[in-house]
């Protein structure tokens, strides 16, 4: 193993799992996020003065550290719980917001054991298989929580720090494991678990450290200025909302069949972005790489709209490959890359425009297997960003990646003239 290839492996300090515990970056988190210090690292270079974007804003990794620099943060996601979540970290909190979301929460505490008293006949999310998720006491003290949030009367800002506080008591009271690059469900040993199932208000001890937290991060102030907006990465809309950037720094959803729908449903369901299964899969249809519920199923009558890309001849080489040994769901998957691909052209396209001239786009994504055939989605964006005008276009590794020998993820650059 070269000493290159080493650090590459080593390098898991550019992983989401750095960002928990780094002030306002640790408030949510999300497992295909990249960090802080990656986004940091190339954020520093810049200006004060500068702008920064990102058209796929996540948990607004980019914006919060382009506004902890001193510069103007802006992303987009067509996710609007991410939309809402981002604007809450990059937000400024007055004192006055801060008291009143102190005094609610006493006020939520004080209501607590009432509520969890009645528990049964208060509104619970219709999340399938809840059961799964939350032990039924546990789940008795979430809604008791739920219920007496949704009382609160205070500032709209101080409500969202709350509940995010919430869903963070959601997911650290559940039974979801993040063991692996996506979550799954961990087996529960009862004598061992962190809430007892019996002791629902042990739920409330636990929303009141997480918002303590929260409030205290809330409480630092931000030299710069962020927002995030509700849209499409392949339109880019909101031009009015939108100023033109020095770095459009991102990290797109890898080609990789990850929705991050799958994790983020439990916070959605409880904030009511979710009402029901099929609105995920009506979102999920609208992202980049999204594959949950109905989106699946609409791959199946999913055709390119007119005009070629610069990579079709690789890319029907290895959608011909993955149709040939991926058995009944070659096809869905073959379409799948290729939906992928023609969606990220549409975003080059529109995204050189929001350059300004002299600057830098760096995109860090992740190459893929399918059936033990390679995706080399750096190399294509490269392909494709030289299409729609950038300059300078270099692809740089950053790390070997932990769930298969031949993935890494990659730094794809280029400029604007």
Partial sequence: MTEQRGLQRRNAHLTHKANMGVGRHGWLRLTPAYSVRLVRDRVQELPPDAVVSDPFSGTGTTTLAAVEHGCTGQSLDVNPFLVWLGNAKVRHYSEDVLAAAADALAGVLADFNDAAAAADGLWEPRLHKIERWWPERTLAGLKALRHALDLMEIPQEGRDLLDLAFCRTVIGTSNAAFNHQSMSFKKVDESEALLAADRAPETAL???KEARDILAGAAVGLPGSGTVILSDSRAMESPESLKPCDLLLTSPPYVNRMSY???LRPYMYWLRFLDQASDAGELDWKA??????????RLNDWSPDAGSLPIDGELKEVRALIERDGGKNGPLLSAYVAKYFHDMRSHFEVAFKH?????????????STFYGHLVPAEQWYATMMREVGFTDVKVTTIRKRNSNKALYEYDVTGRRP
């Fill in 206 to 208: 636990y929303f009141r």
């Fill in 355 to 367: 350059i300004k001239n002299g600057g830098r786009a760096s995109y860090i994504v992740g190459n």
């Fill in 261 to 263: 729908i799958r994790e």
């Fill in 288 to 297: 980049i790489g999204g594959t949950w519920g109905i989106a699946t199923s």
